[in-house]
């Protein structure tokens, strides 16, 4: 296998509803040690801590690594508690307080004269209609904010962190919200080439940015969400633009193939070829060094002045290694508290492999969902008594073709599983459905241009499981008549 197929394989090898997400849990004795009650971890804290000048932090009684979502939720969870003024210090390597990230593929990319989100406006907790979390407002709660210095090591007996400058921070409890960092292309196929991209942060789309204002061609590569968001705003700028993948269809993941089909057909309407089943060899360079082909593996080349790599990612687990890998799905192993196998460390967002207790699995979601929700349990559950574990209900949407002047604007939520044999209705003008039903149980469902009330709907669905008529259901004459019949389902359910 190739660099570049070995590459592109790793988007299957991370989060997938059938198989990566549906592993099988081993027993764990770091899911099931008893609880230990906050006073006692902050009795344990004050014996064992000794103040010294020799700590960077001033707020060393809670420290988070990482500044993405899961941070800027946990925050937020620390100050309704009033354990966050002077206690909270919470460690970046970027340079802005946290952000909902999902904006950097999606309006953030929007074409310069279409209105592009830009920070502050996209501070966490804008996403689910919080207050925003600008810097002066980590000031304002007391909140120590250390920007542009990650974490390279830890010493877990003193309690202590050393970061990539040299500072040696002290913490009390520690929470672990580092993300994931993209999957490369290896160097030696041009994968660190002058115009090739990932993104992840900030700096990464501005990057992107500055390309796209000069390009021509884009070639994106990976056809998961990444590549299915980024291709759309290459769109809005009106360049030539091709998606290559390896798969026979577009997010294989999740998508049915005849669902795939019908977002392929949207994009070709608006110029995006596809390049589907293809592999790469390598990314060509122009006389100017910058990339300028990408070279697939049957030796014809594809012109380029801009590529995009979207091939998922991995977690960002260095240097934590020792609380506790989970080596099937990924990650920090936590319980259901997002205690990791170490008291007083915990771990949130991308990086935790958590029991996904509706699915009686282990899980790992790449997910703004999943990073708010995760965050926000995890202190409750550090800062009270609270006890309940985590359950939580897989969630996945996107937003694309939303800038002004677009034709036509895509919305989809899918909430559950997808497991099992689909029903799809709809005929995308705009909506579709697809439903997935196991054994009687409507096990997932997706909608595609809902109203507000019908996507309220969608997470009821999937939770509850209500036994569902297939026939039926394959007869209804409209999405609204579909999602009748299953809400229909829903209420016998609930009144038996």
């Keep these: 296998m190739s660099p570049a197929r070995k590459a592109m394989a790793s988007l299957s090898n991370s989060l997938q509803l059938k198989h990566g997400l549906a592993l099988c849990c081993p027993h764990s004795s770091s899911l099931t040690r008893p609880r230990y ?118 010493d877990m007996e003193k309690q202590t962190l050393t970061t990539n400058s040299g500072k040696l921070l002290k913490y009390g409890s520690l929470i672990i919200a580092t993300g994931c960092t993209a999957s490369r292309f290896p160097n030696t196929i041009g994968g660190n080439l002058p115009g090739v991209h990932y993104i992840r942060d900030v700096a990464d789309a501005d990057s992107l940015i500055s390309s796209l ?16 968001e980024v291709a759309a705003a290459a769109v809005g700028w009106k360049l030539d633009t091709s998606i290559i993948f390896p798969e026979n269809q577009l997010l294989q993941r999740l998508f049915t193939p005849s669902l795939a089909q019908r977002y392929e057909e949207l994009y070709k309407e608006n110029g995006v070829k596809f390049l589907k089943g293809a592999s790469i060899k390598n990314l060509e360079a122009g006389s100017d060094g910058r990339v300028a082909a990408v070279k697939l593996g049957d030796g014809s080349t594809v012109e380029a002045d801009a590529v995009v790599i979207g091939i998922g990612a991995k977690p960002a687990v260095s240097p934590f290694e020792a609380a506790g890998l989970n080596t099937t799905v990924g990650g920090l192993q936590v319980d259901g508290l997002f205690r990791t196998s170490i008291p007083g460390i915990f771990a949130v967002g991308d990086v935790a492999a958590f029991p996904l207790k509706m699915y009686d699995r282990m899980a790992r979601v790449e997910h703004v969902d999943h990073a708010r929700r995760s965050a926000q349990h995890c202190v409750k559950a550090l800062l009270s008594a609270q006890t309940h574990t985590y359950d939580y209900l897989p969630y996945f949407y996107s937003r694309v073709f939303e800038y002004e002047g677009s ?74 008549e579909a999602l009748e019949i299953a809400k229909a389902s829903l209420l016998v359910e609930q009144k038996a």
């Design 407 to 480: 034709p036509r604007k895509v919305w989809w939520q899918f909430f559950g599983d997808n497991v099992g044999e689909t029903v799809e209705i709809g005929n995308f003008d705009p909506k579709i459905a697809t439903f997935w039903i196991d054994s009687g149980k409507l096990k997932g469902v997706l909608l595609e241009s809902g109203s507000a009330e019908e996507f309220k709907l969608l997470p009821e669905l999937a939770r509850n499981q209500p036994s569902i008529d297939k026939l039926k259901l394959q007869k209804a004459s409209s999405v609204e």
């Design 37 to 154: 009650s906050s006073s006692v971890r902050f009795r344990s804290f004050t014996r064992n801590f000794v103040v010294s000048s020799s700590f960077s932090n001033d707020n060393l009684e809670f420290v988070i690594v990482g500044g993405g979502n899961a941070a800027g939720y946990a925050a937020r969870t620390f100050v309704e508690h009033g354990m966050a003024d002077g206690r909270l210090c919470i460690v970046s390597k970027e340079a802005y307080a946290p952000y909902e990230r999902p904006a950097l593929t999606k309006g953030y990319l929007f074409p310069l004269d279409k209105k592009p989100a830009r920070l502050p406006g996209f501070h966490t907790c804008v996403g689910s209609g919080g207050e925003r979390q600008t810097p002066e407002w980590y000031k304002e709660k007391g909140i120590e904010m250390i920007y542009e210095d990650p974490v390279t090591s830890i």
């Design 213 to 228: 204002e000069k390009a021509r061609k884009v070639v994106i590569v990976g056809g998961g969400y990444i590549g299915m």
